[in-house]
């Protein structure tokens, strides 16, 4: 089992910045691939970002690519996510997740509780 914990949500103007994190404890000691969603009110969970376990590749959802960068440091089991440029349509309840298996598909295992994360205009 591996548990997810997400900080660094807040209020942020447009145009500003927020660095969300996640730390993993539990069976860290496995390779994940690590990922970002958002989910807001009224809309599905949607994929923002993910990286593999070495953090070698990343990939993103077009609607954050040059704004957004994950990250990773496997020596403190934390992903990061660097959102700059932020817009209104960025308002979203941000979870991470893991997940063992290889490869890119949105199908992970373990899932934070989330962090809100609000832009205003």
């Known amino acids: 089992q591996v548990q997810l914990v997400e900080s660094g949500g807040g209020l942020v103007q447009a145009g500003g910045s927020l660095r969300l994190s996640c730390a993993a404890s539990?069976?860290?000691?496995?390779?994940?691939?690590m990922a970002w969603f958002r989910q807001a009110p009224g809309k599905e969970r949607e994929f923002v970002a993910a990286i593999t376990w070495s953090g070698s590749a990343t990939l993103y959802a077009h609607s954050v690519k040059g704004r957004f960068t994950i990250s990773r440091e496997n020596a403190k089991n934390t992903v990061y996510l660097q959102m700059n440029s932020l817009k209104p349509e960025d308002t979203a309840v941000y979870y991470c997740a893991a997940d063992s298996r290889l490869g890119w598909s949105t199908d992970y295992d373990y899932w934070g509780q989330g962090t809100q994360v609000t832009v205003s205009s």
């Open positions: 539990g069976r860290t000691s496995s390779s994940y691939r």
